[in-house]
């Protein structure tokens, strides 16, 4: 009944929606008169199916038909019209555009575009490159091409294999309309149930939820002081919450500013908020005899662990990388760098996820960056910083996390392994006062001793 009440509101609710609904019913009663009842049957059972499908199902119905009806009219409108002048006058049209042009003449001459599919902010559609035109060829075009367009920005990923005649060169184009990251970003809500593969913990610049999979990842995140670094580390035990309060996620924490991760003491099992370097290395040699007994466990019977209740993900966070790293006295950052390095190459398959923000992305601060399988830049300082921290080639292939604004903390781009082109996202600023209540209402819980599985409990 709920579900018929929200069909019925969201019709009613916005006239022309309503208006789309009664005005094709009356021309089809009109124009056919009494035998219009069929047409009229057909109509709505087609736009009641549309209304459910649009209330039960709302991203299915937004990827699949919303994204694809704003798509064809933007492709119409926008696009058919200046497309071909806008490739003309930068000069990546081809030598026989000029003058009159049959059609066939103009899908030689010009690149061919797809069909566009659009969301609030961005247009996405294909381009089937010239031959002879190379990807930097296009991105050197990018600035003019924005202003034909009438766009903001343009990104562009090279797809590997084509289908189209003659197999050339394709590209992804995705324009930025509108810079859905320039407001203030709302922290998504953490999922009932936690997909830790999927971890909603970002803004896209589509406007959707930006997901993080960290089960088997490693994460690094670095950026200026004011970046926006404590929001990454927050979004992440925001959106793990509801795992952690059932048990199947462990955090461990190490804060050597004792600033951070305080906040949120009643969420942490286990959390050095102090700046004691060997309590530090203490915490990390007793992880990675978690993750020894657990490897002695799965050998020959898996190779990877799917966290449990009794065996959960562990989750280690480090607010200042560099403070253990660099500037921890030698003996006990040789214990550190030791335990880390073993965490870092060997955690993910026993779900162990090391999650470390830094300030300073040089190698002498943090040798072992080279170890974590994802990363984030959010604003650095210098343009030199930017492949130091997301690898080589990370800022000309669009990360430019040194021309981030001062006015956007949380603004972030994200490089995976594997991935050809990193993504911009931005993550929400969670107060104090939500950290507070967010320990209150998922505080760990710690079991009994006769709970504690062995391979936690001892290290413990």
Known sequence: MYMYVR???????????????????????????????????????????????????????????TQRVRGAWRGFWVYKRRWYAATGSVGLDGPSS?????????????????????TKGTDRFRVRMLPGQTLDRWTAEIPALCQALGVEDLRLRPVERSRWRRSRLMLDVTAIRTDALAGTAQVPAPDPVVDLAA?????????????????????????????????????????????????????????????????GGGLFYRVVDK?????????????????????DSMRGVSRRHTPTE????????IDELAA??????????????????????????????????VQDPRKEVLGLRGLFTIRIGMRLNEAGE?????????????????????STPGVAWVLGDGDALPVRVRFGWIEDTDIRSMASDYAYVPPTPDDIPSSVGEAA
Not at 11 to 31: E, F, H, I, K, T
Not at 327 to 351: E, F, H, K, N, V
Not at 393 to 399: H, I, P, S, W, Y
Request: proline share 5%; hydrophobic share 55%; with cysteine.
């Open 98 to 118: 000029s003058g009159s042009l049959s059609r066939e003449d103009i899908a030689r001459a010009f690149p061919a575009r797809s069909a566009v599919v659009s």
């Open 7 to 65: 069909a019925l509101w969201w019709l009613v609710s916005r006239p022309w929606r309503l208006a789309g609904v009664v005005a094709p019913a009356g021309v089809a009663w009109m124009v056919h008169g009494g035998r219009g009842w069929l047409l009229l049957l057909v109509a709505a059972l087609v736009i009641g199916v549309l209304i459910a499908w649009r209330v039960r199902w709302p991203g299915s119905f937004d990827r699949w038909v």
């Open 386 to 406: 930017v492949d130091l921290l997301l690898g080589s080639g990370a800022r000309a292939r669009g990360a430019v996390c040194d021309q981030i604004s001062h």
């Open 275 to 295: 700046a004691d370097p060997d309590a530090a290395a203490d915490l990390i040699e007793d992880l990675v005899r978690v993750m020894d007994r657990r490897k």
């Open 199 to 263: 971890l909603p913990v970002a803004v896209a610049e589509g406007g959707q939820a930006w997901r993080l999979p960290l089960l088997g990842q490693h994460v690094l995140v670095g950026g200026a002081t004011g970046a926006g670094k404590a929001s990454v580390l927050w979004s992440i035990i925001h959106a793990l919450t509801p795992a952690v309060r059932t048990g199947r996620v462990q955090l461990w924490g190490l804060d050597p500013k004792a600033l951070e991760l305080s906040y």
């Open 310 to 317: 009794n065996e959960p993900l562990i989750v280690l966070l």
């Open 324 to 357: 253990l790293t660099a500037w921890a006295p030698a003996p006990a950052r040789r214990r550190i760098d030791t335990a880390l390095a073993l965490l870092l190459s060997q955690g993910r398959a026993m779900a162990i996820s090391v999650v470390g923000a």
